[in-house]
Structures are given as structure tokens and as C-alpha cells.
């Protein structure tokens, strides 16, 4: 929060001229000096309020807050949008406990607390929501890893409408809709806290989800973000994927959850930052989302113990020191010499493979951190266009 202040010396010359019956008098007052310090205060004192996070985070907060001004409205809760791997569980934890709702009891989110060796803290997203989004991608012969960019929300509002089944993964038919209303009732149900969902796939199903929510269910959006290196590394540590594809999942992902966002007030959150400052980032966001219209929060919510509990550093994946690098230097860019080409050093090409892909990702994390790619008029397909195989790997 940073304080602009405005002074202001007036010179005022005043003349006085007292008579009386012993004649007259005349004096004259030069030059007063006045401080105006309470017409400062009232009429030019202004308060500029950014996001201090780091080197691109106060052009980003003043790119957000001016998308946000002609959106403010009410929001019956949020949607966490970001790429698997980004820190999505981490800050829907943190959201969970500053105000908002995200189950009625433990069994209802996927993974509690020490169930999974890769996110021992539990994923903090909901079973039913988890399984619906799989359920739209599988109608559509897509999954979280392939082929999300030909997904389209307009095929699944019409099959639902239809009341479509489909063949799941051992060849069994399945309502389309199967776990749908489980979740429309949850999230329907009258409640002080605001609702918070999240799951990686809703960057790609967003659109059928806030079509059928509604004006009464909307939610606003926060959008996490994460180096797409450290991302990359995670998902090979993870799922054994190769770097590039890994890579341009990330600038898949991202690419979806902006253009998911469009119309939708949206807050930004870098892991970085979230790590860095947790308590400060975390009221920075709540702060936000209440400025946008989601009621009964704020950054009052916020409980440093509850926030240092949650926080375990020890479950952070492959961070690395780099942030927003592009060019040659770098950490990121040794890693991709040094790795790639001891884990396949019969194949240089595929090495080599690689750097486009790094630096498309890095310029879109970049720019995501700016609030460059916030903009409407971002070109994601002439950044697409420098890697023409990118849908093939998406």
C-alpha cells in the first residue's frame, strides 16, 4: 500500500485597514505563508493501492484492477483455475480456511490429509466435481492430458440437454450427467460462506459449468499460476511426461483458464509469491476478491497460525530459483541442457525439441504475470504459430 501525498503553500497577501476615533491606521500583513494541510487531505490525497509481490506484480494489479471495474457485481463464490501441479490445492487450503466453503465433510474431497504420497495435504477438490469434469472430457473422447484443446462446452450443454449417455473407461454406459447434481446441490445450498471449486480441469470445462450456475450461482475467478519449468519438472517426477509436452500442457491449460475468465471479475496469484509472503498474499486476495463483489469475506479472515500450519515447504515440487527469465540465461535453461540430455542422450533432437517450448511457456508466464496476457487482444495464436505441433501434444 503505498500513500501519495500532495503539499501545497499558498501565499496570501492581505491588507487590513482598522479606523477609530484616533485616526487611522492602515498596516499591511506581507506574504503569510499558509499550509493547507486539511485541504491536502480532503482533495488531494490519493492512495494508490498495488500489488507488491514483485518486479511485474504492480502492472498486473493495475491490469486487473481496471478489468475488474466494469465487472464489479455479486459473486456467489469462486472458481480456482490453473494447470495441474501449480498450486492449486495449496491456495483452495488457504481460501477453505479465510471464509469459504468448499465441503460439508472430509469425504467429499478427493484425497484427505496424508492419502496421497504427491499432496499429502489433500487436493481440496470435490469427488463429484472431479469426476463430472472427467465424464464431459470422456463424451467427448478427451482427457486431462489429450486433446483438450477441441473440447467444446457447446457440444456438452447440448448433450446434456439431450440427456446423452456414454462409454467410460471399461466400456460401461454412464449417465453424461452422473455426478452433476450432486454437486449443483451442494453448491446451491443456502449458506453465509461463499463456495469455493476447484480442479485443474475446470480450466477446460469452465464454460459448461458457468452456463449452468447461472446468474444467481456466478462465481468469480482465481487465477493461479505457477513457473511452467517447475510444472514441467513435477509432472516428469509424477507421470513420467516428457518436458515439452509437459510444457506445452501448461500453456494449454493457461491459455484456457484466461479465456474462461473473459467476463468474469479475476484475481491472480503467483506460487511464487504465495510462498514468499502468505499472510500478505492471501489477504492481497481475499482484499480483491471482496472489491469484486464475493460477500462475507475479507482480508480480516486471515489467521497467521492457520496460514503457517498449512503451509509445509517440505511438500513444495521441483521449485527452482529462476521466476520470470526468458532469453538464454538462466537457471530453466541449463536445466533443459543439462537434464534433457542425460535422460535421452540417443535422441539430441528431441533435446533441441525443447527450447521452443520453453520459451513460448516462459513468455506466456511472463506476460500472465504482467497482466499482458489478461488482455483481450492477446495474440495466443501467433504464439502458437512458432510451435505448429503444440495442439498435438495438447
Known sequence: RVRVRVRVRVRVRVRVRVTGG??????RVREIRVLVALLVAVFFSATLVLHSGGPHHGEASAAHRAFRADMRSSYAGVMVLGMHRSGTSLLTGLLSRSG?????HPGELLGSEGAHNDNRKGFYERNDLLHQNDFFLKHQNADWTRFTWRFDPKETLAALSRGDTFLDWWQKERNLWEEGESLMAAVSKERLKPYVLKDPRLCITAPVWLELFGEKLKPAMVLAT?????????LNKRDNFPTRRGLLLWVQYNRLAVQSSKGHCTVTVDNRELLAAPVEELRR???????CGVKNIGPEMVDEAEVAEWIDMTLLHDHQEDGCITGPAGEGRNYLNNWDSVRNPENPAEVM???PAYDLAMTVYCDLLSGRALDDKYDWEGLFSKIPD???KT
Open 100 to 104: 469459504f466453503w468448499a465441503a460439508d
Open 285 to 291: 486476495v481475499l482484499y480483491e476478491l471482496r472489491d
Open 390 to 392: 503444440i495442439v498435438d
Open 353 to 355: 525439441s525443447v527450447e
Open 226 to 234: 505457477r513457473s511452467p519449468l517447475e510444472v514441467a519438472r513435477s
Open 22 to 27: 484616533c485616526g487611522a491606521m492602515a498596516f
